[in-house]
Structures are given as C-alpha cells and as structure tokens.
C-alpha cells in the first residue's frame, strides 16, 4: 500500500490495496496515519459489497446509524444509500445528503472520525464527472487565524445542533424533509465543542467549527459570537485550504472529519443517476465516551498523537 498524495491542500490516493480483504492491524493503523496526514484518502477501482463497506468501516470506530433514518440499507442500518434515483415511484436513498458546508456529527457528543463512501454510479457529463464532494483543510485553517484571534478564542467552545442543517435543507426548493420530530430531537441534543480541537492524529489544532452546525460561542455575548463566527466561516472556505475529489465508479472516499470540512456538489439532474453507499464512523477510537469529545480529559491515553506522530513529525502535548 502506497500513498500519492495529491499535491493540493488535501488529499492522496492509496494504491495496492483490495478494501474488500480484512485489514491487518499495521495496514489499519497506517490508514489512520494517512487519514490525519492527508485528510481526504481515495482508494481507486474498489468492488465493494455493502456488508464489505461496513466490514472496512468499522476497522476505525464505532458505526453511526444516522438519526434521520432515511436511505438505510436493510439490514445493515450502519450503511446508508444516498441517490438521486427513483425506482417503481420510491427513492433508492437520501438525495440530498451534504449539501452545504459542514462536519459530520459535530452535533454528537461523540463527534466523527471518518466518512467512508463507495461509488456506485457516478453522473457523468460530456466525458466529466459531476458530483465533486469538495473539501477544505481546517489544520491550514487554524493555522491561517490572525494570532490575536487564536489567543481570543483558545479555550472557548462552540454549540453546534442537528436541527441547524436539516432546517436549512428544509428550505430549500423540492425538498422532502420532514421538520425532525420530538423523538429525533431528543436522540440529538445541541452540544459544546473546543473551538480549537487539538487533533488526536496529528497532535496539530485545528478549527472545529462548521457552517452547517455551529450555532454560537458559548463564553462570549450573542452578537459577538455571530460577528466571529461568520468571519470564522468565510475564512475556512479560502481557495488555498480547498479541494475537490473527482469520483469515478468503484473510488472508496474517505474523509477525517476533524481536520476538514466538506460540501457535495449537487451540480446534476434528476436523470442523471447518483448511487452511493455510505458509513460513517465514530471517533471511538481517540475520545472517551459521555463528555463532549475535545473537551480535556476525554482524549484516550494512547491511541492519539503518541501512537501516530510518526509521519507528522514533532507533535503537541495533549
Ligand atoms: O455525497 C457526497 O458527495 C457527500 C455526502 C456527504 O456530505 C456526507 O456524507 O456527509
């Protein structure tokens, strides 16, 4: 197995692997390394089962099952179907999934290590693919702040709710989301996160906050917070800390939630067929769980900065 990076802000491939055989530890722990290094892997030419998805998957943490419970396979409601495809008058999964900037499970008290997705079917227009899921870097982010606002916020935290994304999906036109009923909401309180996580892989900040999600800072007054967080949310999005995967039929996608945030391009038409299948694992594997992961304390003793740094170089105490 061997890593190309892609010589952008993020992003390599990972060749010489068949993701469909068990993983050895090094081989799993390696991943992890390149996961945090690299941010965005992409395995190319895969051939995938649903239960071989969830198999890879869940090398890395504990599996979600989405609390919107849309688009899940049966069976296996660890992976969920995201499609823009209608068969016999019904939708084959969620068709909207991602569509905006965000983080997965930033509004989980147990955030998200990693997003892994197959590609399936992949729109395709005069020769190129449509669909890009586009990222951006949040350890250049971090390390982009003015100094004065590193030291302002170091320390703070930022709620981030569930509600926030699905309400604004809501409204957009054609859209067949319910408002999330009491019980959902429940499942999903709104929780505080650092503002600046220290990244259990790189030892490295990084910005934790996201336009999807984030609602406010919690240690400073109502329009303050709003003030920064827009200022927070157009720096993380600059032309230098972005990148954009290009999916081809087969490519496994996999994302490190904590250093990047991530938008799905919906740059296609209802014809033309979409069809992935998608798990999403916890960040089991680095944060204790019952308090609000990043918040000190909850960082597991051993399975962080001290097991990885090897390829990061000089790491931060945590
Ligand atoms: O479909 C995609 O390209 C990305 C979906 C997404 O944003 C997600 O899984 O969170």
């Known amino acids: 197995m061997q890593a190309i990076p892609t010589g952008q802000s993020l992003g390599a491939s990972i060749e010489g692997i068949d993701l469909a055989q068990a993983l050895t530890p090094a081989e799993r722990d390696q991943i992890i390394r390149y996961a945090g290094q690299h941010g965005v892997l992409t395995f190319p030419d895969q051939r995938l089962t649903p239960r071989q998805l969830r198999d890879f998957a869940a090398n890395f943490g504990e599996l979600e099952v989405n609390v919107a419970t849309m688009g899940q396979q049966n069976a296996l409601p660890e992976v969920m179907t995201l499609s823009n495809i209608i068969e016999d008058g019904k939708p084959l999964g969620l068709s909207d999934a991602g569509q905006s900037w965000h983080t997965d ?31 951006c870097n949040m350890h250049a982010a971090y390390e982009g702040l003015p100094a004065e606002l590193k030291t302002k916020l170091e320390g703070m935290t930022i709620t981030h709710d569930f509600n ?9 036109e054609g859209s067949t989301r319910k ?19 220290t990244h259990p892989i790189t030892g490295r900040k990084v910005l ?7 609602m406010r800072i919690n240690e400073m007054p109502e329009d303050e917070s709003a003030r920064i967080l827009d200022f927070l949310f157009e720096h993380q999005l600059k032309p230098a800390y972005r990148y954009a995967f290009r999916w081809q039929v087969g490519s496994v996608l996999m994302w490190d939630n904590m250093g990047t945030i991530h938008n799905a391009v919906a740059d296609y038409r209802p014809d033309e067929r979409r069809l992935i299948k998608r798990c999403q694992v916890a ?21 962080g900065a001290a097991a990885f740094n090897s390829v990061n170089g000089a790491v931060v105490a945590q």
């Open 208 to 214: 934790y906050a996201n336009p999807g999600y984030a």
């Open 179 to 197: 408002p999330l009923t009491e019980e959902q909401r429940r499942a999903k309180p709104p929780v505080a996160h650092p503002v600046f996580l």
């Open 283 to 303: 960040a089991t594997r680095f944060f204790e769980e019952g308090a609000p992961a990043g918040m000190p304390g909850t960082y597991k003793q051993g399975m």
């Open 164 to 172: 926030k994304f699905w309400e604004m999906m809501r409204t957009r």
């Open 105 to 135: 499970m930033a509004y989980s008290s147990m955030i998200a290590f990693a997003n892994i997705l197959y590609g399936i079917e992949i729109p395709m227009r005069d020769g190129q693919p449509l669909g890009n899921t586009e990222f």
